[in-house]
């Protein structure tokens, strides 16, 4: 089992709709969750990071940590074609461990 | 606020000779991240620096691959006698403080083997 999986896509949307993206983990020990940007031929760029159960919201977006079911998911309402990229999950299984990074998934929002 | 450099950004080599790739961490960062990432796949940890100290190296070959973060200047990732399976993209990222942290990256070094 990956420690970090999320579907390759890809998702496809239609500007205005929400997006949902989604990353399940392994380790129940996991403490930190990131979910970062990446354009075509560009570096990642963090966008969310969320540590507790819950909801957190920023603008547009919204992360939604579920550490019972070991699930992190990322929304994003009134999806904009600029918004095309990968989207990549990382965690962090606490002390000074490595950053796990997940496939990422590959959005796609259509004018 | 100057955020993590790297350089260079586009590196050629042959097979056979070193390449060098460097990396500065956001001011004020001391723990570095080093992660590899071909075509159309996903980020791989390479290796995990601080100050003079490599902390987990787990994700590096044992050949041919080497990093360092020296107390004074920037972070080194080298790769000696390169093949054409190196080729790739190299990101560093940097953070304050370990762990938990989140971690800014910098541009890439992209690097092809002739």
């Known amino acids: 089992q990956k420690e970090v999986e999320q579907n390759s896509g890809p998702l496809s949307v239609p500007e205005g709709a929400i997006a949902s993206l989604n990353c399940t983990y392994s380790?129940?020990?996991?403490?930190?969750f990131f979910w970062y940007r990446q354009y075509s031929g560009k570096s990642p760029e963090l966008i969310m990071f969320?540590?507790?159960?819950g909801d957190k919201e920023d603008g547009r977006f919204t992360a939604q940590l579920n550490k019972a079911s070991q699930y992190v998911s990322l929304l994003i309402r009134d999806s904009q074609p600029s918004d095309s990229a990968t989207y990549l999950c990382?965690?962090?299984?606490?002390?000074?461990?490595?950053?796990?990074f997940g496939i990422g998934t590959k959005l796609q929002v259509i004018p | 606020n100057a955020g993590v450099m790297q350089n260079p950004r586009h590196l050629v080599r042959r097979r056979g000779q070193e390449a060098r790739l460097r990396c500065s961490p956001m001011?004020?960062?001391?723990?570095v991240y080093w992660y590899r990432q071909l075509p159309e796949e996903g980020l791989k940890f390479m290796v995990y620096?601080?100050?003079?100290?490599?902390?987990?190296e787990s994700g590096m070959p044992k050949e041919r691959f080497s990093a360092e973060f020296p107390k004074e200047g920037p972070s080194i990732l080298r790769i000696q006698q390169v093949v054409r399976g190196d080729s790739a993209a190299y990101f560093c990222?940097?953070?304050?403080?370990?762990?938990?942290?989140?971690?800014?990256f910098g541009p890439g070094t992209r690097l092809t083997v002739l």
């Open positions: 380790d129940r020990g996991s403490q930190s």
């Open positions: 990222a940097s953070s304050l403080q370990g762990g938990r942290d989140e971690q800014f």
């Open positions: 969320i540590y507790s159960n």
């Open positions: 001011k004020g960062h001391s723990h």
């Open positions: 620096l601080q100050k003079e100290n490599i902390i987990d």
């Open positions: 990382a965690v962090n299984s606490g002390g000074y461990q490595k950053v796990t």
